[in-house]
């Protein structure tokens, strides 16, 4: 389950083990749960296992992490890791040894940066691990946030936690956020609309208004994608067909262009 990704904003992924239960409205058309069902590597949901990932699997960041200077002179950037694409870092119900293995093999990989990425930041200060600090220094820590209930919820769990980088992911965006005005801000927000089967609508207004107190911040702002066609404000709001916006905006799924252009910032690490 490791692999070269096409996700926008990472290099690779990494499952430490696969499995997941819904916890929250962005979890209503999981990508994880089709695929995983579909194949029937494991049972999803409560009371599904967590089922860990092959010794092989475990050994592809290690692998990275001797490659990196190649990757780096290739790519003008350290390798980015996102864990876990097919369950949660942070889930209770995964094993405590196979979580306690993944954070040692992260410091084992100081060449790479991890991207960890949960809808349970509730649960961070309970698992990190206890030599976690102010952070590692490679691991972005980050938090799912799709509208404004869900970011009051959890910024103030993420930006209270150490960390090296902290970043949002807005997707599946399915309502607008108003950032804090003050305070610690996040490092970076990734935005989105959701994909696949029965998709729900992000308004391109939503995108903008996260775009422009990205901006106003200091934040780092990547749009990866509008999801579906629809979303697309080549026809929510030029009024053009589906087929049309596909020839001019391929980039992601729905296409990705805000205002005449690409985002795709990172954030200075
Ligand atoms: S937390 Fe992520 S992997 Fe787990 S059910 Fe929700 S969307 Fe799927």
């Known amino acids: 389950m490791a692999e070269a990704s096409k996700i926008e904003w990472t290099d690779s992924t990494f499952n430490p083990w696969i499995g997941c239960t819904k916890i929250s409205p962005g979890c209503d058309r999981c990508y994880a749960e089709r695929l995983v069902t579909r194949y029937r590597w494991t049972l999803w949901g409560p009371h599904g296992d967590r089922k860990r990932t092959s010794a092989a699997n475990w050994r592809k960041p290690i692998q990275w992490n001797s490659q990196a200077t190649v990757f780096q002179a290739e790519h003008s950037h350290r390798q980015r890791v996102f864990c876990a694409s097919l369950a949660d870092v942070f889930d209770n119900k995964a094993d405590p040894t196979t979580r306690a293995d993944l954070f040692e093999l992260i410091k084992a990989t100081p060449n790479l940066d991890w991207l960890l990425l949960t809808k349970r930041p509730q649960l961070m200060a309970r698992f990190l691990p206890k030599d976690w600090g102010n952070g590692y220094p490679n691991v972005w820590l980050g938090s799912t946030m799709e509208d404004q ?108 262009i805000l205002d005449g252009r690409l985002w795709r910032e990172f954030p200075r690490h």
């Open 149 to 256: 209930e869900r970011y009051d919820q959890r910024w103030p769990l993420l930006r209270d936690t150490p960390a090296a980088i902290r970043f949002i992911s807005y997707e599946p965006a399915i309502g607008p956020i108003v950032l804090d005005a003050g305070g610690t801000q996040p490092d970076w927000i990734i935005s989105g609309g959701e994909s696949g089967p029965g998709s729900r609508l992000m308004q391109p207004a939503w995108a903008r208004a996260v775009r422009d107190q990205c901006q106003s911040r200091g934040i780092a702002f990547m749009h990866k994608q509008w999801g579906n066609y629809p979303s697309n404000p080549i026809v929510a709001e030029d009024g053009k067909s589906a087929k049309d916006a596909k020839l001019s905006d391929h980039d992601g799924k729905g296409g990705a």
